[in-house]
């Protein structure tokens, strides 16, 4: 039976509309069972609270549990590749970090390209470091630091989380804008390397504000600066190496990330969430005594974010030749 021409294009154009229909309505369901947050690390280090923060505050609102799951190991990329291969539903996410970009140029041999099998939902902080020395080293402010070390190259030791560690960038990013020679001491995390920066075996150290603030309040360190463009609410007197070294900015970040294809309808309902509690005054308040800041914007907005430190850090890493233990 021949169909007339108006009944045909009519329901040609029904037919076409179905899957935008059922991508919305998949959207207004969503979530209808459990939410897994995968995150790179182990429990209670600030990646950590951050998936927490953000999983109750999503748990609240959307009315399904957000899981936390731990899957520590191999600098995050177990993580990251348990949610680049997950099924693209919006009920496997991961808890996205610098260390994500930084692996991107360190590992060549990752069997999933991050930028490019990701989808990006939503910014949550910016995590600053501090420029910190043993309060028995002679400088006492960052131009004092560099020209003691070029005075005195190849005799300074810097502290590191181990090779490709945010502490090991963020002191390279400066040996090369300050050109000053500094001797990398690699240690298994920031825990360890602490106190032999206090004991003074080790004489500086770029470390993430959250784990060093303390001993910094203490006076068993010394601030010289933060890492970030600004200063930092936390530290309102310390100033940033950017006003002696002109365009240094080494910070990391943590976001919300889907794999890819996921339906453009659930990352916006995630990403209208997400904000939505960054502008609660409790979760900044929690935010803030992490020694990090508020991060909102929109995916498109996370996506230019990713892309850019993804260059700046790939740039530090090729130049330093710097390669995963």
Known sequence: MKLPRRRFLHLAAGAAALPAAS??????????????????????????????????????????????????????????????????????????????????????????????????????????????????????????????????????????????????????????????????????????????????????????IASSIPFIRAGTLRALAVTTAERLDVLPDIPTVGDFVPGYEASSWEGIAAPKNTPTEIIDKLNREINAGLLDPTMRGRITNLGATVLMGSPSDFRKLIADETEKWGKVIRAANIKPE
Do not use: C, W
């Open 23 to 208: 991508r919305f309505a998949a959207a207004e369901s969503y979530p209808s069972r459990p939410v897994h947050l995968i995150v790179g690390y182990a429990a209670g280090g600030p990646a950590d609270i951050a998936a927490r923060l953000i999983a109750q505050r999503l748990s609240e609102r959307l009315g399904q549990p957000f899981v936390v799951e731990n899957r520590a190991g191999a600098n995050s990329n177990i993580a990251t590749e348990a949610v680049v291969r997950a099924a693209p539903d919006g009920y496997t996410l991961l808890l996205a970090t610098g260390s994500n970009v930084f692996n991107t140029a360190l590992y060549d041999n990752l069997t999933f390209n991050f930028s490019n099998d990701i989808a990006p939902v939503a910014s949550i902080m910016r995590t600053p470091g501090v420029m910190e020395v043993t309060p028995s080293f002679p400088a006492k402010t960052v131009p004092e630091f560099i020209a003691y070390a070029k005075a005195n190259p190849g005799k300074i030791n810097v502290a590191s989380a181990g090779p490709g560690s945010a502490p090991h960038l963020y002191s390279e990013l400066f040996k090369m804008m300050a050109g000053v020679d500094l001797v990398q001491v690699h240690y298994h995390g920031s825990g360890p390397a602490l106190p032999d920066l206090i004991g003074g075996q080790v004489q500086v150290m770029f470390d993430p």
